[in-house]
């Protein structure tokens, strides 16, 4: 009897403290059921485990890596720059520039943490023999990016490539230079792969003027200041910054002082250009409201006739109606 109600009253009991009026036998009995309890259970490592052990509530260890709802932002500058990574940043006709904004003039071969100089003076010179550094290297590459130029030099280009990379067994890529370097950039600083890029400038480039706005303005760390950058270096309130871009792109030579003076020069026409804009529309706008008020007038004038006009045949109606009925009177009269 004593067990069976001691069974019953456990489940209830267990996960509350036992007051210390119960008697001696009872709370012995209790605490052998506990005991008995945590020898069929692993034995506890920490206080934790003990928590849990006891079933006062779950309790499930995380590490490090167990973190939740968080995310993650990495940027590409900052891991290149971290690990000393090569990435191509700007291109133009005569050459390339880096992250760290080293320009490298004419073809380059660029690797992981390396850049050389890659003699191709034609995009019709880009053979199997002209790449034989990369075929080479060991251990191989995981993925070999050719960049030829213009698209126009894609097929022509791919034509003579192909066979040798088929003999030599390495992935490859041959792309437009301009679709070539950002290809190179990702796999780099983003997938870490084992990849390299033979890189031709391209003949043909078009830069349009936002898109020259928006470099200006990322050299001269200003770009998330202004989301429309469509005009030419109107970011720049003094020649302070004007000269820190021109020393970005020419360094410290006249290059940059004659390039500060052109664009000191442009500013003052765009302003001059500006405030000739402004008093042309001033003029428009007094001639069109001077217009306004003058068609303005001429339209109450002419409303002003019409009614005169309405009132003096209204009032003619009216004389010959009453003349019709004296007439007619005078007759009866007559009769």
Not at 51 to 78: C, K
Request: proline share 5%.
């Amino acid at each position: 009897m004593f067990v069976a109600r001691s069974q019953c009253c456990a489940p209830v009991t267990n996960s509350l403290k036992i007051s210390r009026s119960f008697a001696v036998p009872w709370r012995q009995f209790f605490d052998k059921l506990k005991a008995d309890k945590l020898k069929v259970k692993d034995k506890p490592l920490d206080d934790d485990h003990k928590r849990y052990s006891d079933d006062e509530w779950h309790w499930m260890p995380t590490g490090e890596s167990d973190i939740q709802n968080q995310a993650t932002v990495t940027f590409l500058s900052r891991t290149l720059k971290k690990e000393k990574l090569v990435a191509i940043k700007t291109i133009s006709k005569f050459g390339f520039r880096t992250h760290e904004n080293a320009y490298l003039l004419g073809p380059i071969a660029v690797f992981p943490k390396t850049v050389l100089s890659w003699r191709v003076p034609m995009p019709d010179d880009i053979t199997p023999e002209s790449l034989e550094l990369f075929f080479m290297l060991q251990p191989k590459l995981d993925l070999l990016i050719v960049g030829v130029g213009d698209r126009e030099d894609v097929d022509a280009v791919r034509h003579r490539l192909m066979p040798a990379f088929k003999r030599e067994q390495l992935a490859y890529e041959i792309l437009p230079t301009e679709e070539a370097i950002p290809t190179f950039n990702f796999l780099n600083g983003v997938d870490n792969r084992y990849v390299a890029a033979a890189l031709y400038p391209p003949a043909n480039i078009h830069v349009s003027a936002k898109e020259n706005s928006a470099t200006m303005l990322q050299l001269s760390g200003r770009f998330e200041e202004f989301s429309t950058p469509d005009c030419h270096f109107h970011m720049l309130d003094s020649p302070q910054p004007i000269m820190t871009v021109c020393e970005k792109i020419w360094g410290y030579t006249d290059e940059a002082v004659h390039a500060m003076k052109a664009i000191t020069a442009l500013r003052e026409e765009k302003l001059k250009m500006r405030e000739e804009q402004l008093e042309h529309k001033i003029l428009k706008d007094k001639e069109e409201r001077q217009n306004a008020i003058v068609a303005s007038a001429e339209k109450r004038r002419l409303q002003a006739e019409q009614e005169l006009e309405d009132q003096r045949k209204e009032w003619k109606k009216l004389s010959m109606k009453k003349d019709s009925n004296n007439n007619d009177g005078n007759k009866i009269d007559d009769k």
